[in-house]
């Protein structure tokens, strides 16, 4: 069965740093690149970035709203992908999503996890 | 590329017949997917590639359009079927991700 799972939501001030975590299970990590979504309270869905499995380059790619502030990386050792948030704005609070990929090399993401809250708040 | 969905709200009954819109700002070939939304749960894949349907979609559920304009329709609404969806266009190289606003659907 294929389980990911968001961890590293919390409060935090505007200006400083978190970093999520996505741990995967139940799929060969390895093969899938990985997205990160968000949605802010009250709103619709929005991407923030992604990164490619190691057979397409492995590299990331994001969102204008959050390019240049955000880094998505992997660990295909420990079946986790990141996602590194600087400079945190109140516009960036949100409920964050990992997803995969629904087959090696597409776009279209097949499981999300369940979500973890990031609050930016002075 | 802006994703349009129409309408915001449908007020809907259990057996009704729903069809909800997506229009895309220009032609985004079969790039599509749709996604359901309900409180408390991650967006569950229905629809990919416009017509082809995740693994284990009741078959109430189906997909259709090319280029710009895209529906979801479900034959026959169900009680479980009540939630917010949302039309995603995906681009590949490079990536991006576009999705609609939602439209949710409400017990009439």
């Known amino acids: 069965e294929v389980q990911l799972v968001e961890s590293g939501g919390g409060l935090v001030q505007p200006g400083r740093s978190l970093r999520l975590s996505c741990t995967a299970s139940?799929?060969?990590?390895?093969?899938?690149?990985m997205s990160w979504f968000r949605q802010p309270p009250g709103k619709g869905l929005e991407w923030v970035g992604l990164i490619r499995s190691w057979s397409y380059g492995g590299a990331a790619e994001y969102a204008a709203s959050v390019k240049g502030r955000f880094t998505i990386s992997r660990d295909d050792s420990k079946n986790i992908a990141y996602l590194q948030m600087n400079s945190l704005k109140t516009v960036d609070t949100a409920v964050y999503y990992c997803?995969?990929?629904?087959?090696?090399?597409?776009?279209?993401?097949?499981?999300w996890g369940q979500g973890t809250l990031v609050t930016v708040s002075s | 590329i802006v994703m349009t969905q129409s309408p915001a709200t449908l007020s809907v009954s259990p057996g009704d017949r729903v069809t909800l819109s997506c229009r895309a700002s220009q032609s985004i070939g079969g790039t599509l997917a749709w996604y359901q939304l309900k409180p408390g749960q991650p967006p569950r894949l229905l629809i990919y590639n416009t017509s082809s349907r995740a693994t284990g979609l009741p078959a109430r559920f189906s997909g259709s359009g090319s280029g710009t304009e895209f529906t979801l329709t479900i034959s026959s609404l169900e009680s479980e079927d009540f939630a917010v969806y949302y039309c995603q266009h995906y681009n590949t190289w490079p990536a991006l991700y576009t999705f609609g606003q939602g439209t949710k659907l409400e017990i009439k």
């Open positions: 997803a995969k990929e629904g087959a090696s090399g597409v776009l279209w993401t097949d499981y």
């Open positions: 139940g799929f060969t990590f390895g093969h899938f690149g």
